[in-house]
């Protein structure tokens, strides 16, 4: 008979943290911006003394929690008011307008070379770039960084920022509310930095930015033509590295992205 391992806690805790899992979601969404109620308060007894007043605080006020429509058009408005990324980033960074703020340590704005001819755009920070506050830094950043190496590229020569800029809890995808409220500024960040070529990581910044609902599969290695608001420049999309990770053989055709991508840029 073939004998099962016992596992203890901890090794079942470790499991869960190398396979990305470090948060526990419930099935039922919980409102925590919502009033705590007080729980029952018994009868006091005679006997027992008062608690003195000093020892009540105030509960810290919860933030405002806008709808979805009035939180992107916030951010339409505060975006346009930046007028370099300096400025975008410290309006992002003041933005209360998207519940991931809450939950995230950080904001992860972006990371490389503003200047930089290519700017890569992900779908949304993990564990390691909350913590960090850079895009890219975990196992699919470092993946990510060989794709660029060898194509003769590195952090100094692109520009990388995600479509949402706060973790969601657990990586989850960012749903399509927090991606629409969030779609200004990345759109702003474009046009500051003015890339020449546009690269997509993954399906859900491809069918963001490039407004079209096909997976990624079907939208990889082909080029389109991105409006910036200042100028038309190229963009591609490309297999997201944390799925190249999981489906390597698929590094095949993210390579051909690349030789494409590097094509591009002799031109
Ligand atoms: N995945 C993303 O899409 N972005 C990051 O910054 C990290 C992982």
Redesign the pocket.
Known sequence: MTEIPTLNARDVLEFYLDTGVDALLGEEPVDRFAAVEAPPVAPRQPSERPAPAATVRPATPAPAVVAPDEAAMAARAAAKNATTLDELRAIVEGFDGCALKATATRT?FADGNPQARVMLV?????RD?DIEGL??V?R??KLLDQMLKAIGLDRSSVYIA?IVPWRPPGNRTPTPQESAICLPFVLRQIELADPDILVC??GP?AQTLLNIKDGITKTRGRWFTFDTGKREIRAIATF?P?FLLRSPLQKRFAWRDLLAIRKALEN
């Open positions: 992860v992900g779908e949304a920070p993990g770039e895009p890219f975990g699919s950043g995600n990581l993954g910044s997201h944390a």
